[in-house]
């Protein structure tokens, strides 16, 4: 038999790993795009693919992921975002292998620079508050009466401390009737596709719905209630775009925006600046309260008035961040939700190009520490105290832990001592100070099935008690999370309605169970840009 030699055994692992890589190409491009000065990533910024009215958002942490294919077709990509000038970049120039940086310049600087060579008109200026009334006015004219639809990439996921918790995905794609129609009721949604992402952390406990009965229930919104609105979860984010609503009540504390903004927020003007070399106002406004506290920020064209980011924000001013932390707002406050809501010009109208909503939740985790049961032993003269796991002996023997009544009478003891017949150490003896025939009585009047005590004639309070891994008794524990529901917008449709005969989303059924799904034609041309789990900062 003729033996293989070093060279043979080089080509068939040559061929092997030539294999795998073949296998493992990628299907996206990956890039992060940071700002050219601080390096701090630049998050809902525009990245549109030039010339065919598709496009995503990166995502907060900067990320973002265009299909391999346009690589092939040789497009163009580009990306703009507030405050930041315009960036066209071959997709060619961009490597399939390694993840790629983009860096984008302040368009502060060099507007500034040009509007300095343009001969001053006169204008009047108006104040803040008479910014925003303007643009409120303007809504009918700016945005979309007539019949329109959005494809897009939609997403609800949490982060804890580790990072993305339960992220859920889909392509959407929403037939709007217009500005002047009721959006909740009107509004159909048709399902391209839909993923529960696997390849991230599921928590059961942190998708169950929320329940605003502190301790009664698991997951707790403190000091907030978010409606349902008779709908799942995207029609929840679709009522807190204040914009697309401004008839009605989106949320505390912007309620009406249409009406009720003005009269109930100060307002500021701050410096101006720029989407795609368009010059926005920029008006800040605020509303304090004894136990809230809301901030809010309008980018307004001076052109026509149409508002193209709205920012709000409501922190709880009964709760401080910890170790002197300040939020965004230099307050120390915790926050309660934030929404962003950004809308782009398409064909004379102002569409939306996303909305975020973030609130903040807890999850309540029972007592790891607990007083199991008390029983009266008539044998040692004393009542058992045994717990689930052992105590801290310092703790266990100190008489103000424990509170014990007999018929509404305090019970002193003589002695207090961990039982050493317990191999886990968990059990604690008291020993009362009474009378054996008072004790004999306690234990005949008190002793229900099995020996425990009946707590109408025996009461027991055990309190300051830790285990030996420091659990307190009795105490309820919370890990915080923070939950988003995000909209994307892929392509504008202006002009289009909502098919007859279709298959839609059933608003009152979460996404993510049992929805009917309609896949395009041209389904291809849209993607999931689902967020990194490592990506390098």
Known sequence: MRKRGPTHLFFLLLLLVSNSVLSQQP????????????????????????????????????????????KEYGDVIEISSMGYRTKEILIQDFSISELNDVRLQSATLELEEAVITVKKKKRKKLTAKQIVRRALRAIPENYPVEPFSTVGYYRDYQLDSLGYVNLNEALLEVFDQGFDAMDSVTTKVKIFDYLENTGFRRDTLALQSYDYRFKEGRKVIDKAFLAAYGGNEFTILRVHDALRNYKIDSYSFVHRLKSDLLPEHRFKKESDTYLDDESLYTVKFQKLLLDYSAYGTMYISKRNFAIHKMEYTVYDRTKKLPNGILNMHKTDNELIFEIITEYRPESNRMYLSYISFHNTFQIWDPPKFVLESVTVDPNLQCLVMSFNRTPDLQDALNGDNYILKYKDEKIDFTKIVLDNNDGNRKTVLLYPKMYPSKFMSMYTTASASRGSVDSLVLSTKVSNIRDVDGNLINEWTFRDYNQFREFFVQEVKPNVKSP?????????????????????????????NTPLQNIRN
């Open 27 to 70: 299907e996206y491009i990956i890039g992060k795009l940071m700002d050219s000065e601080t390096q701090e990533p630049i998050a809902f910024a525009s990245i549109r693919i030039k010339g065919r009215a598709l496009g995503i958002i990166s995502n907060t942490d900067g990320s973002f992921k265009i299909p391999l294919r346009y």
């Open 500 to 528: 007859v005969d279709s298959l839609f989303m059933e608003k009152r059924k979460p996404i993510f169970k049992d929805q009917p799904i309609t896949k395009p034609d041209n389904f291809d041309d849209y993607w999931m």
